[in-house]
């Protein structure tokens, strides 16, 4: 039995990491067990009394997804140290710098479980908005800033647009989709939200 004060013989942020990393590359069906304990180094009862079964392992990673990657595209978002479309065309970016600088064909996981798991699973589906949730209303803020005068429900549908449009530049990375092509689409959405700001 562990004794009192001895520390634990694995990382559990370090091991959900790379549990994340299986699912967000392979999806929930095609990550299997043997995997995740080849990868972690963990036998199955260590793996299930840290993390719980399949679906708990896949949920929690999502979670810690959550945590690193959506925190981070809020934070970009939401900084103040560029001015709000700037924001938004960092955001855009970054799934094309993923794959022109990065050849990163993951996508986003949280994009990826909207596909694989949302439509039939509750708890997938809840943290899967919730995800989109925080990103949104980072949008809509920099939207905002950059549109004052556009009413509340303009704004709120601008923001949707920006919002699909990450989404599909992250599902299409996956698919083979060139940099370049990802570009002036991220492109064209950017001049026509500048157009808008000088009509103004």
Same mark, same amino acid.
């Given at each position: 039995m562990q004794q009192p004060g001895r520390p634990r013989e694995f990382d559990p942020d370090?091991?959900?990491?790379?549990?994340?990393? !299986?699912?967000?590359?392979?999806g929930?069906? +095609?990550?299997?067990?043997?995997?995740?304990?080849?990868?972690?180094?963990?036998?199955?009862?260590? !793996?299930?009394?840290?993390? &719980?079964?399949? #679906?708990?392992?896949?949920?929690?990673?999502?979670?810690?997804?959550?945590?690193l990657m959506v925190d981070a595209a809020v934070a970009v978002l939401c900084s103040k140290d560029l001015a709000p479309l700037e924001r938004i065309d960092a955001f855009l970016s970054s799934p094309i710098i993923a794959v022109r600088d990065y050849n990163d064909l993951r996508g986003c996981f949280l994009c990826n479980a909207a596909a694989d798991r949302a439509s039939h699973?509750?708890?997938?589906? +809840? !943290?899967?908005?919730?995800?989109y949730d925080k990103m949104r209303k980072s949008i809509v803020g920099s939207l905002s800033e950059a549109l004052p005068q556009m009413s509340p429900e303009t704004i709120a549908v601008r923001a949707e647009i920006v919002?699909?449009?990450?989404? &599909? !530049?992250?599902?299409?990375?996956?698919?083979? #989709?060139?940099?370049?092509?990802?570009? +002036?689409?991220?492109? #064209?959405v950017i001049k026509e939200l500048k157009q808008v700001t000088q009509l103004q």
């Open positions: 370090e091991t959900l990491s790379k549990i994340m990393r !299986l699912f967000w590359e392979n929930y069906e +095609a990550t299997g067990l043997s995997e995740i304990t080849s990868v972690t180094g963990l036998g199955k009862a260590s !793996l299930y009394k840290a993390f &719980g079964n399949k #679906q708990s392992m896949y949920l929690k990673a999502l979670k810690h997804y959550e945590g699973d509750n708890e997938t589906r +809840a !943290l899967v908005q919730k995800g919002l699909t449009v990450y989404s &599909g !530049l992250r599902v299409m990375s996956r698919a083979g #989709q060139t940099a370049d092509l990802m570009l +002036a689409t991220k492109d #064209q």
